[in-house]
């Protein structure tokens, strides 16, 4: 069945009716949960039923459809960027020095993933309100308000069309250009391609960009991507954002904390992790497979065997000596293997993951995440919370759902960046990422705004048309607000919606902003604020944290103490080891799918194999190893590159249906920003003419006082007396002249400034630096930002690549 807008309908329309009648049929469970909200609870069901859905169609199906057009509304405006040669080039020789020699070696070379299909450019797109356009144009600046936005979809769907209805209310929020970077995606091109093509993206805006004008933000897998930019960007000597917001990071590819093992029962994330069907992009074969190929053997020699075969052929083969069953491609053995090794749960030390289930040792031969290889799980690159320190960072804000599975990896991921020294690496993997603690050591603490939101789902502000979406919303332009003034040492201007902006009128249904009497993590806390709009100040740091649990309808309290929550009791050896729980959950999966689609799954095989028998990956170089899943690996000898695609891409009336749901509440905010403007110049008009005729009056111009222009009927707000009013103020200007009048304009507007939240961090980075606070100067003529924190120096793509601090691995040549 093809993937299109008529058969998702078709398979998310019985969840949405099924959703819609027990909603109201059996609502007093939900009555303590966001479910409580149709809107939310519909849009829960809904993408759940379509990842259900969509995990029975190939990866390649899935590209597609995510990445199709989806028009912008007309008061957005988006313009479309090629990113320039230089600053791609410059991303790469950023990130080689990053990995080092050590790391080039393990992602197989530093060729092969700066490969593009037919020479494809990368682009991205500028996403901004047309009013906020306007005023930019009319004032001449280029503006000082840019958010780089990484969109989500597991690294290997999702495109910036699906995502532009958040990009742009987040533009709308913050009044600021919304820049998207569509990176290539897994598992065609798998780790590091993607980060590659984001840091090409913010390189590029430091060509136009001063970096304190600048804001990082992502979710889900973009989330996890924005702290491998932030780490690179530190480690090697780059200019800093302002901050950075991350929207449910996926942090931890290993799956090691208590939460991924739980259920997902308020979570539209597969808790058995994402499968597809089986299809040229996916599943690559594993390393049996290769190294058969290697020695000659025919890879199409057992095309007599039943489908049924087709299950076991990416497994472990049978082994002298060794308890084996090879469904669902493991290895089952005894609790030793045949070399007397125990079980190895930390990826990357071995050849293979292996662990002990129901006293077997199960050893992992196939491919698990579709971002990179099992041994790279625990890179720190993919994995973000095995950094040696994510101290040193410009200020952060993560917004995570209390009801998510990926919650705990996001809450440690938080305190570990506040306080590396408490949050160290364990010693399994420190001896190859920081032996003597040289980066560890090396950076101050980060200031974190942490924001867990009561049994809310992974990356909430997909469902913005819900009331917890919107203040989410609301807590990232606040966040961003700060951090940009802080940054700029300077007040900015930040839209002032609340009296237009539908959760603040109360016009919904249902989004009662009190708690419920019966809620039991109401009755445990004491309310302490509600979730501020853009011009509120944050509150002072403590620790280098804001610790905020909030719940559905904005009322913050104050977090749980560490002591308490069971992400951050994890021994340090549990961080970055695989767990049984996930591990069952994937194994089940995997069998029931490679059971289900064992003849494609066969094919794909014959035609994988026949690929890597002819060979190609000597195109790039010695040296050059691209992982199995990587398109780049797959050219045949004698390839040529074709010409550029130029494809025109096809309109997708499902998400734009999506899109325009998602976009209600920005169009309704701006048409009542609009009438509630129109009230103001018609009050400011009347004003104006009552002044004039006074003035008039006085000078003896206007006769009778009692005229009709001046009975109380001429103040009425009647349309014919509107028109005549405008007519009257363009004939009583001072200089005589009938001037077009201005567009409108947005008058509503708050000031935000710094108030001394982090006061006295930024002495300690700069001792740390050996920097006193007059050197405050010469790093602002170096053109570097002036807040004291952004201490790198300005950056130029023509300048040399700054060598290299104290690196995750072994510096390169």
């Not at 913050?174 to 897994?186: D, H, I, K, N």
């Not at 069952?584 to 069998?591: D, P, T, V």
């Not at 008058?747 to 982090?758: C, E, I, P």
């Amino acid at each position: 069945m093809p993937l299109n807008g008529v058969t998702v309908a078709a398979a998310v329309a019985p969840t949405v009716i099924e959703t819609y009648i027990s909603h109201y049929l059996y609502r007093k469970p939900l009555h303590q949960k966001p479910t409580a909200h149709i809107s939310y609870h519909e849009g829960l069901r809904l993408i759940r039923a379509f990842l259900e859905f969509a995990s029975h169609h190939t990866v390649e199906q899935v590209q597609a459809f995510t990445s199709q057009w989806v028009p912008n509304p007309r008061w957005v405006k988006v313009d479309q960027v090629v990113i320039p040669t230089d600053a791609i080039t410059k991303a790469a020789d950023t990130l080689i020095g990053q990995l080092g020699a050590n790391g080039v070696s393990k992602v197989g070379g530093c060729k092969w993933w700066q490969w593009r299909r037919n020479d494809a450019e990368l682009r991205a797109e500028w996403i901004e309100m047309r009013g906020d356009y306007a005023e930019r144009q009319r004032s001449g600046g280029k503006g000082r308000r840019v958010m780089l936005y990484v969109h989500g979809g597991a690294y290997f769907f999702g495109s910036v069309d699906e995502h532009r209805y958040q990009m742009q209310r987040h533009a709308r929020k913050l009044r600021a250009r919304v820049f998207a970077p569509r990176y290539r995606l897994a598992p065609q091109f798998p780790f590091p391609c993607g980060l590659h093509d984001c840091l090409a993206a913010y390189l590029y805006l430091l060509m136009v960009q001063e970096p304190e004008e600048i804001i990082l933000a992502g979710d889900s897998a973009g989330g996890g991507m924005i702290v491998s930019m932030l780490v690179t960007l530190r480690d090697q000597g780059l200019p800093l954002p302002a901050g950075a917001v991350l929207i449910s990071p996926w942090t931890d590819l290993t799956h090691s904390f208590p939460s991924v093992t739980g259920e997902s029962e308020l979570d539209y994330i597969p808790a058995r992790g994402f499968m597809q069907k089986p299809s040229a992009s996916w599943p690559p074969p594993n390393d049996d497979e290769t190294e058969n190929v290697k020695r000659g053997q025919s890879a199409a020699k057992d095309v007599h065997e039943p489908e049924a075969e087709a299950v076991k052929r990416f497994a472990v083969r049978h082994q002298t000596g060794v308890e084996t069953n090879t469904t669902a491609g493991l290895l089952l053995a005894s609790v030793f293997d045949r070399d007397g090794h125990s079980a190895d749960t930390a990826p990357g030390r071995g050849d293979h993951l292996s662990i002990e289930l129901d006293g077997k040792l199960v050893v992992l031969k196939d491919q698990i995440q579709l971002y990179t290889t099992n041994q790279l799980l625990s890179h720190p690159l993919v994995s973000p919370v095995l950094q040696p320190s994510l101290g040193g960072l410009p200020p952060l804000l993560i917004l995570t759902g209390g009801g998510e599975i990926l919650r705990d990896e996001q809450i440690y991921l938080a305190h570990k960046a506040a306080n590396p020294k408490k949050y160290p690496l364990s010693s399994i993997y420190r001896p190859e990422l920081d032996l003597n603690n040289e980066i560890l050591d090396k950076y101050p603490s980060t200031d974190v705004q942490l924001q867990v939101w009561d049994d809310l789902c992974h990356v909430a502000p997909t469902l913005s048309f819900t009331r917890p979406a919107k203040l989410m919303y609301r807590s990232v332009a606040q966040f961003s607000a700060w951090a940009l003034a802080r940054a700029q040492s300077r007040s900015i201007e930040i839209t002032d919606d609340d009296d237009v902006s539908v959760i603040s009128s109360g016009s919904e249904s249902s989004s009662s902003t009190v708690s419920d009497p019966d809620d039991t993590h109401a009755q445990n806390a004491v309310e302490v604020a509600h979730v501020g709009r853009a011009g509120d100040p944050l509150p002072a740091f403590k620790n280098h944290m804001i610790r905020q649990r909030v719940d559905r309808h904005g009322v913050i309290y104050n977090m749980a103490p560490e002591s308490d929550i069971p992400a951050l009791q994890m021994p340090t050896l549990e961080v970055g080891i695989i767990k049984p729980g996930p591990v069952r959950k994937w194994l089940a999966a995997k069998k029931e799918w490679d059971t289900r689609y064992a003849s494609e799954k066969r094919r794909v095989q014959r035609k994988r194999l026949q690929e890597m028998k002819e060979g190609g990956c000597e195109l790039f170089g010695d040296g050059e190893r691209p992982p199995p899943s990587a398109l780049a690996g797959r050219r045949k000898k004698g390839d040529k590159e074709g010409k550029k695609e130029k494809r025109k891409r096809k309109k997708s009336w499902g998400m734009m249906l999506w899109s325009l749901w998602g976009s209600k509440h920005d169009e309704s905010t701006i048409k009542r920003e609009e009438e509630m403007i129109g009230a103001e110049e018609e009050d400011d008009a009347i004003a104006m003419v009552t002044t004039n005729s006074a003035l008039l009056r006085e000078d003896g111009v206007l006769g009778n006082p009692k005229t009709k222009a001046e009975r109380p009927r001429a103040t009425s707000t009647g349309s014919r007396p509107r028109a005549r009013r405008k007519s009257t103020m363009k004939s009583i200007r001072s200089d005589g002249e009938n001037q077009p009048s201005k567009p409108r304009t947005r008058r509503r507007t708050v000031s935000v400034s710094d108030q001394g939240q982090t006061e006295g961090i930024v002495h300690e980075f700069r001792r740390n630096y050996g920097m006193e606070k007059n050197d405050k100067a010469d790093i602002a003529l170096d053109g570097a930002s002036n807040d004291g924190f952004l201490l790198s120096p300005t950056y130029s793509l023509g300048q040399k690549t700054p060598s290299p601090g104290p690196g995750l691995v072994t510096p390169g040549p």
